[in-house]
């Protein structure tokens, strides 16, 4: 490699490191039953109609992706007027392969040249790996309290602000921001920078206050831009699609950052029939609702630290013993759970929520594991 002219910005971004797949824990410690707790995945498994839609897709795996994506965001745009009242068009949604696939846009688009990235830290790792990618500079505020703090990200915006990235609810902290926060944000934020709400988690928020980035889309603000997904309440994390929702100068920009057939038919048919399965969402979050209840129940027996969520996972912090100690004893026992040392957080553990059975055998592992 020594004679080959690398790209000095690639060599600074950390590789990412995600959760461990069953079949590897299962092969490593010769176990049948392993339960994955690590990705912030649905217990629930894939829409239905969404995987009717997608073997059906297959019969035309043999062509090119076709009108699929134009039929998807059409789609959405008529979900989100029947929904939330909004007047969005096709125009107003860019497709991505999974909202990864649409950072990747946002930090190509924004961030070249040094431009400054702001989020709060600890969050999603890719905001900081794209922005180091395309040549930016990351700018992490820390957190208040496990919490998205906006008001020390509003501090941190200078001239060379490109973009702001909020993850709401934050994945690991499973924390959200309020829509008077946002607002004394937005109230601080120039034209010149471009505002992320990155809203993955949305679909498991049940606070009232949680806030409406979509209004600033509707409103015509170029620089909102709204991201949200079917990996996590769809179940559909395998198929790799997510969407933004942004004014349609934002889009037609932002397409010019966008791989061409970056999804397949199968993928697009699949998110565009899951749009329609609104049982299978509210099983989820009902789900979620009953859940979180019995997992904080067992952390306080436990005497754990836990931070309370407005999303499918939880997070565990200043654990009792070493993170690796937990994570190796419950891998043993047949569970992933995912240690954070690659967030920032050394001492926490995240913990995706299962189902019940699921979530039973988690506790029971993990009592056995502090007890020992
Ligand atoms: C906050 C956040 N944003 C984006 C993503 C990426 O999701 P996708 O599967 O749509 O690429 C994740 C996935 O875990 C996430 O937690």
Do not use: H
């Given at each position: 490699m020594k004679d080959l002219h690398l790209n000095p910005d690639l060599l600074t971004v950390p590789a990412y490191v995600g959760g461990r797949p069953i079949e590897e824990v299962q092969a490593e410690y010769g176990l049948s039953?392993?339960?994955?707790?690590?990705?912030?995945?649905n217990p629930l498994g894939p829409s239905p109609l969404g995987v009717a839609a997608f073997q059906e897709a297959l019969k035309s795996a043999h062509r090119y992706p076709g009108i699929a994506d134009k039929q998807l965001r059409q789609k959405l745009a008529a979900h989100y007027n029947a929904r939330f009242g909004t007047s969005f068009t096709e125009r107003n949604f860019l497709t991505g392969n999974g909202l990864s696939d649409i950072l990747r846009m946002i930090a190509l688009g924004f961030l070249h040249a040094g431009g400054e990235s702001i989020y709060c830290n600890p969050t999603f790792p890719l905001y900081g790996i794209f922005t180091r990618m395309f040549g930016g500079t990351p700018v992490p505020v820390p957190h208040a309290d496990y919490r998205y703090n906006l008001r020390g990200m509003g501090d941190a915006i200078t001239d060379r602000t490109r973009v702001i990235f909020v993850c709401n609810p934050n994945n690991p902290t499973g924390t959200t921001v309020s829509r008077d926060e946002v607002a004394a944000l937005m109230a601080r934020?120039?034209?010149?920078?471009?505002?992320?709400?990155?809203?993955?988690?949305?679909?498991?928020?049940?606070?009232?206050?949680?806030?409406?980035?979509?209004?600033?889309?509707?409103?015509?603000?170029?620089?909102?831009?709204?991201?949200?997904?079917?990996?996590?309440?769809?179940?559909?994390?395998?198929?790799?699609?997510?969407?933004?929702?942004?004014?349609?100068?934002m889009v037609d920009y932002l397409a010019h950052a966008q791989i061409s057939f970056n999804t397949g038919d199968a993928t697009l048919r699949a998110a565009t029939a899951a749009l329609d399965d609104r049982p299978h969402v509210e099983a989820a979050r009902q789900l979620m609702a009953r859940e979180r209840p019995f997992l904080y129940d067992a952390f306080a027996e436990l005497e754990l630290k836990f931070v309370p969520t407005q999303a499918n996972f939880i997070l565990l912090v200043d654990l009792p013993l070493p993170v690796q100690a937990i994570n190796e004893g419950l891998l043993r026992r047949g569970v992933i759970v995912r240690p954070m040392g690659g967030f920032g957080m050394p001492d926490a553990i995240r913990v995706t929520i299962g189902t019940h059975a699921e979530n039973v055998k988690f506790v029971e592992m993990l009592k056995q594991v502090l007890d020992q």
């Open positions: 039953d392993v339960v994955k707790l690590a990705s912030n995945e934020v120039p034209a010149s920078a471009v505002v992320v709400f990155d809203e993955s988690y949305y679909d498991f928020v049940d606070d009232p206050q949680y806030s409406n980035a979509l209004e600033y889309v509707q409103e015509g603000r170029d620089q909102v831009v709204c991201l949200r997904g079917f990996s996590k309440a769809y179940g559909m994390a395998n198929l790799r699609i997510g969407y933004m929702i942004a004014t349609p100068d």
